[in-house]
């Protein structure tokens, strides 16, 4: 068993309005090794465009937690990947439970793998499919996870 934690700060600015169309969203996220992440509500919702948001997390994390996956079986499958590049795009909508939700989360990765390692589409679907059966942050999602190989 693992733990992860963080720290998560917001602060009202001395002299600052506290009511819901004008309250500042940004904030800090700390993580244990000092790094800070600037985080904001999306501009959706008050927000900050120039921070990340939450739901922008969400979905950084599953891109790379899958991608960390997929890494991992391609090394235990002896196969050299040069680069992998993903732009993942979730979608934030009403769920079928009324409640707004990030309802779809879809994986666009490029990999490209050394001289002569390519598999064929067969194989690389499967790479994907083992790495997101074996990605923790999917499996604590209820989104449907779509993943589209470039």
């Known amino acids: 068993m693992s733990e992860y934690g963080a720290t998560v700060a917001w602060h009202l600015k001395p002299g600052a309005s506290f009511d819901y169309e004008h309250f500042n969203r940004e904030h800090e996220w700390t993580f244990a090794g000092g790094e800070v992440v600037q ?13 990340v948001s939450p739901d922008e997390a969400v979905i950084a994390a ?13 090394a235990k499958q002896g196969l050299k990947v040069l680069s992998y590049i993903d732009q993942p795009v979730g979608t934030v909508e009403k769920a079928a439970d009324g409640q707004m939700a990030i309802t779809r989360i879809v994986l666009r990765p490029r990999v ?9 589409t067969a194989a690389l679907d499967k790479l994907h499919a083992t790495a997101h059966r074996n990605c923790f942050v999917a499996n604590s999602l209820k989104a449907e996870i779509r993943i589209e190989p470039q």
């Open 112 to 120: 490209v793998f050394d001289d002569g390692q390519e598999p064929d």
């Open 62 to 74: 599953t891109s790379s937690c899958h991608m960390l996956t997929f890494l991992s079986v391609a």
């Open 39 to 51: 985080a904001s509500a999306s501009p959706d919702y008050f927000g900050s465009g120039n921070r």
